[in-house]
């Protein structure tokens, strides 16, 4: 145990945890984006309140959700611990900065990351906080006629403050009664601070993952001559380009289009 201790105290143990967490953090921003290109669906937000309703009511979901937390916060603690490190064994800066082969988002990931976790505080605080433990998301009630596709949607006022969701059929209609976080994001996505807030945090994101996805899979150990070529085209192409426009693409959208 006290090996096993000593391992994961050591700068090597400290950057494993990183690379972990980092990989299992980009395996979320996968799904998450997915979940979140309901946004897009043109059906009065029935799609995406959905399937929020679903991650916050599905127990195995809701427990995958803590360890992401989890991940997050550790994620930065051993990265800030990492960063003050560096930092203490070289407390004297150049008096000309040498030339260096590593690249810009490299030599500034504590920033990124930074950036990005004041981000993440904030987002979370604006829907999932909002969404799980406050009264201002509202409900709606959707009726689809089972039969013709045939959909209707109107607000909904639960009679019960204990109420969460409900799913029903009534003479070939179902009815379903959930919480109504697609307003709540319209909403967020017609101020263009947030705009502006969102798109720079995927700029960062992009940066961020431009040398973090890679470099997970070198503190791993899993570098080799044949593979090494198609992390790096994973890296920058999928999670440094596609992953951050995907996600950017949202409120851009809903600024300029539904607002």
Same mark, same amino acid.
């Given at each position: 145990?006290?090996?096993?201790?000593? *391992?994961?105290?050591?700068?090597? %143990?400290?950057?494993?945890?990183?690379?972990?967490?980092?990989?299992?953090?980009?395996?979320?921003?996968?799904?998450?984006?997915?979940?979140? $290109?309901? $946004?897009?669906?043109?059906?009065?937000?029935?799609? !995406?309140?959905?399937?929020?309703?679903? $991650?916050?009511?599905?127990?195995?979901?809701?427990?995958?959700?803590?360890?992401?937390?989890?991940?997050?916060?550790?994620?930065?603690?051993?990265?800030?611990?990492? *960063?003050?490190?560096?930092?203490?064994?070289?407390?004297?800066?150049?008096?000309?900065?040498?030339?260096?082969?590593?690249?810009?988002?490299?030599?500034?990931?504590?920033?990124?990351?930074?950036?990005? @976790?004041?981000?993440?505080?904030?987002?979370?605080?604006?829907?999932?906080?909002?969404?799980?433990? *406050?009264?201002?998301? %509202?409900?709606?009630?959707?009726?689809?006629?089972?039969?013709?596709?045939?959909? *209707?949607?109107?607000? !909904?006022?639960?009679?019960?403050?204990?109420?969460?969701?409900?799913?029903?059929?009534?003479?070939?209609?179902?009815?379903?009664?959930?919480?109504?976080?697609?307003?709540?994001?319209?909403?967020?996505?017609?101020?263009?601070?947030?705009?502006?807030?969102?798109?720079?945090?995927?700029?960062?994101?992009? @940066?961020?993952?431009?040398?973090?996805?890679?470099?997970?899979?070198?503190?791993? %150990?899993?570098?080799?001559?044949?593979?090494?070529?198609?992390?790096?085209?994973?890296?920058?192409? @999928? !999670?440094?380009?596609? &992953?951050?426009?995907? !996600?950017?693409?949202?409120? &851009?959208?809903?600024?300029?289009?539904?607002?």
């Amino acid at each position: 145990m006290s090996e096993f201790k000593q *391992t994961f105290n050591s700068s090597l %143990g400290k950057k494993l945890i990183m690379a972990l967490t980092g990989l299992f953090l980009c395996t979320f921003l996968i799904v998450h984006l997915a979940g979140n $290109l309901q $946004l897009f669906a043109n059906d009065a937000g029935y799609s !995406f309140n959905v399937y929020a309703n679903f $991650l916050t009511h599905f127990p195995p979901i809701e427990v995958i959700a803590y360890i992401l937390y989890i991940s997050i916060l550790v994620h930065a603690l051993y990265a800030i611990v990492l *960063t003050v490190k560096n930092r203490k064994a070289r407390p004297v800066r150049y008096a000309s900065a040498p030339k260096s082969p590593t690249s810009w988002s490299s030599q500034n990931m504590g920033l990124l990351g930074s950036i990005l @976790f004041l981000f993440i505080v904030i987002h979370m605080s604006d829907f999932w906080y909002k969404y799980k433990y *406050t009264d201002t998301v %509202g409900f709606k009630e959707y009726r689809t006629n089972v039969l013709t596709g045939e959909r *209707t949607v109107t607000d !909904f006022k639960p009679e019960s403050p204990e109420f969460e969701h409900s799913y029903t059929t009534e003479n070939n209609v179902e009815i379903v009664r959930v919480k109504d976080i697609h307003t709540k994001v319209a909403s967020s996505f017609s101020q263009l601070w947030y705009v502006i807030l969102y798109v720079v945090a995927m700029g960062t994101l992009s @940066f961020h993952l431009l040398h973090g996805f890679q470099s997970a899979f070198r503190s791993l %150990g899993w570098v080799h001559r044949k593979y090494t070529p198609i992390v790096e085209f994973i890296g920058t192409w @999928f !999670f440094a380009v596609i &992953i951050p426009i995907g !996600f950017a693409a949202m409120p &851009i959208v809903y600024f300029f289009c539904k607002h």
